[in-house]
């Protein structure tokens, strides 16, 4: 205290204040000293409040800075995949830029392809139908060659079937001269009148199925198919031949097959194919010493196999394929027309099968002919 009263004794003499008025400013300094150092202490307190915020604030950025540099880093990475993406995209582009314009490109030759396609078709079925026309026409030209060939072997066969009509007439007559001749005599027997008069008709039947079987060849009609059997064909084409067989003097040995032999097609065609293969067999004997013709036949393997020979002078070598030419001849100047055999390898194609000619030097020719067989239960059907 005494220091404090000396103090203030000295300020006093020094302010030239009075010692009691020195001591209540001195109360009234320290006061405020004592405010001022609590308002200090107050803050330096709020100070270390505000520098521990200041320092937690800090580590939370420090933090978030950290956290903003993985962002970044993120960023960086998802700008580099999502340049790469954009230059892929840039790239996926133009190259569908490039198939669009192939694509029209291809579009529009798609379409010229198509127009073409159109004309193509157009033309297609133009010479469809021209070709329709033209096989119809062929078709038609090779009926009327055949019927051409079947009118000129009956022209050939007219001779030899004049005789055989001949025969018949003649014993009509003859039977009918007799009952003419009883019943003028005043003899009436019926027994021996019916008994002539069957035989008569019996000769009737006779000559009417001669003329039948010449109507029935030469007759042109649609060509149909149906089962036939190669014996009756072979059979019927020798009936017609027969006199003219006769007439020249050739034997006639048929060796047919063990059992009977069936094919599909027609019977007229396979006929004349028969009467042309024989026709064309007397041709070759008309100078022959030994004139015969021998006809096998043979069942192999699903296929009928007739052998027709002749014991004539053959064929000259190199004209085995020739023959079935049309036109192709080998006999002289106006005794053929060199169609019979070539309208018989057509009516044998027609058939689905095969006909060839084997001529050793001097043992004359053998035509080979192999049809398909068929059975006997096939319906009627026209001839493609």
């Known amino acids: 205290m ?44 709020a100070l270390l409040h505000i520098m521990g915020d200041l320092h937690e604030s800090n580590k939370r950025l420090a933090d978030q800075r950290k956290a903003m540099l993985h962002i970044l880093g993120d960023y960086e990475r998802d700008r580099s995949r999502l340049a790469r993406q954009t230059e892929r995209l840039d790239s996926s582009r133009r190259a569908l830029l490039h198939i669009l314009q192939d694509s029209h490109k291809s579009n529009l030759r798609l379409e010229e392809t198509r127009k073409a396609m159109i004309h193509i078709m157009g033309d ?21 060659l055949v019927q051409a060939g079947k009118l ?55 000559a009417s199925e001669i003329i039948s079987h010449l109507r029935t060849f030469g007759r042109a009609s649609a060509v149909t198919v149906e089962a036939v059997s190669i014996e ?26 063990a059992e009977e032999a069936v094919v599909i097609g027609n019977a007229i065609q396979l006929e004349q194919v028969f009467i042309n293969l024989i026709t064309n067999a007397c041709d ?15 069942v192999e393997e699903g296929h009928v196999r007739i052998a027709l020979s002749d014991s004539g002078p053959g064929i ?32 044998i194609k027609e058939h689905g099968g095969t006909i060839s000619v084997e001529s ?25």
Not at 169 to 195: P, S
């Open 2 to 45: 005494a220091t404090e009263a000396e103090a203030v004794t000295e300020a006093s003499a020094a302010g030239g204040f009075e010692p009691g008025e020195t001591r209540e400013r001195l109360r009234e300094q320290v006061a405020q000293l004592e405010a001022r150092v609590r308002q200090a202490e107050e803050r330096r307190r």
């Open 360 to 384: 050793p030097p001097g043992e004359g020719a053998c035509f080979l002919v192999e049809l398909p067989l068929g059975n006997d239960d096939v319906p009627e059907r026209a001839l493609l």
């Open 316 to 347: 000259p070598a190199g004209l085995e394929q020739r023959i079935f030419d049309p036109f192709f001849t080998t006999k002289e100047v106006g005794t053929g027309t060199g169609l019979g055999l070539s309208i018989t390898y057509g009516i």
């Open 284 to 298: 070759a004997l008309h100078e022959s010493e030994r004139k015969s013709i021998t006809i096998q036949c043979a």
């Open 232 to 257: 009756d064909v072979i059979a019927r084409a020798l009936s017609l031949m027969q006199e003219q067989l006769r007439l020249r003097q050739i034997d006639v040995e048929v060796d047919l097959c």
């Open 152 to 206: 000129a072997t009956l022209g050939e066969l007219t001779t030899g079937v004049a005789h055989e009509l001949n025969n018949p007439l003649n014993n009509i007559g003859l039977f009918i001269g007799n009952i003419v001749d009883h019943i003028r005599m005043g003899e009436m027997e019926e027994d021996r009148i019916i008994a002539d008069l069957e035989k008569a008709l019996g000769q009737v039947g006779k």
């Open 124 to 144: 297609l079925r133009e010479t469809t139908v021209e070709m329709e026309r033209r096989e119809q026409e062929l078709r038609d030209k090779q009926e009327q």
